[in-house]
């Protein structure tokens, strides 16, 4: 499953650059987030930067344990997670604009176990619809508050 959705932000790349990988207050920006604590965090860079996340998907509150993997500053960043029988790599990317920002998030999931390969075969069209519409609120949220917005930032439910 693949997923790509995108949105322009008013703002140089650095501002935004600075938001999205301030990933220890992500909670503070990302409505969905509900709290991050740092596991391991590289003395430069970005890569080998581990957390566990909670935040709520679908009605449902899910811890995850996530990693960046690869980055290059003011240009992009690549997570993984490995849970419930699946490897998930989420992107990030920005690409500046006339003083604008393009923020693109991708995200690739993909089942590794029999129960997993067989849930996502029968359910994973649900899940493709829930995942696209987070990653547009997650994305909305970080407009928001690089914009000087950050009222507009929903509060976690």
Same mark, same amino acid.
């Given at each position: 499953?693949?997923?790509?959705?995108?949105?322009?932000?008013?703002?140089?790349?650095?501002?935004?650059?600075?938001?999205?990988?301030?990933?220890?207050?992500? $909670?503070?920006? #990302?409505?969905? /987030? =509900?709290?991050? +604590?740092?596991?391991?965090?590289? @003395?430069?860079? !970005?890569?080998?930067?581990?957390?566990?996340?909670?935040?709520?998907?679908?009605?449902?509150?899910?811890?995850?344990?996530?990693?960046?993997?690869?980055?290059?500053?003011?240009?992009?960043?690549?997570?993984?997670?490995?849970?419930?029988? $699946?490897?998930? #790599?989420?992107? /990030? =990317?920005?690409? +500046?604009?006339?003083?604008?920002? @393009?923020?693109? !998030?991708?995200?690739?999931?993909?089942?590794?176990?029999?129960?997993?390969?067989?849930?996502?075969?029968?359910?994973?069209?649900?899940?493709?619809?829930?995942?696209?519409?987070?990653?547009?609120?997650?994305?909305?949220?970080?407009?928001?508050?690089?914009?000087?917005?950050?009222?507009?930032?929903?509060?976690?439910?």
């Amino acid at each position: 499953m693949q997923i790509t959705t995108s949105v322009i932000i008013q703002a140089p790349k650095e501002a935004v650059w600075k938001a999205v990988t301030d990933i220890e207050n992500a $909670a503070k920006r #990302i409505s969905a /987030i =509900e709290s991050v +604590e740092v596991l391991e965090k590289p @003395e430069r860079g !970005m890569v080998g930067f581990k957390w566990k996340e909670t935040r709520t998907m679908m009605g449902k509150t899910a811890t995850e344990i996530m990693w960046v993997t690869e980055a290059v500053e003011l240009e992009f960043y690549r997570t993984r997670a490995e849970s419930h029988g $699946a490897i998930y #790599i989420c992107g /990030i =990317e920005l690409k +500046e604009s006339g003083g604008a920002t @393009e923020l693109t !998030m991708r995200f690739d999931g993909q089942p590794v176990t029999l129960f997993a390969k067989v849930f996502w075969a029968c359910l994973g069209f649900m899940f493709v619809g829930a995942t696209k519409k987070a990653l547009n609120k997650d994305l909305q949220d970080i407009k928001a508050y690089v914009e000087g917005k950050s009222d507009q930032v929903a509060q976690p439910r």
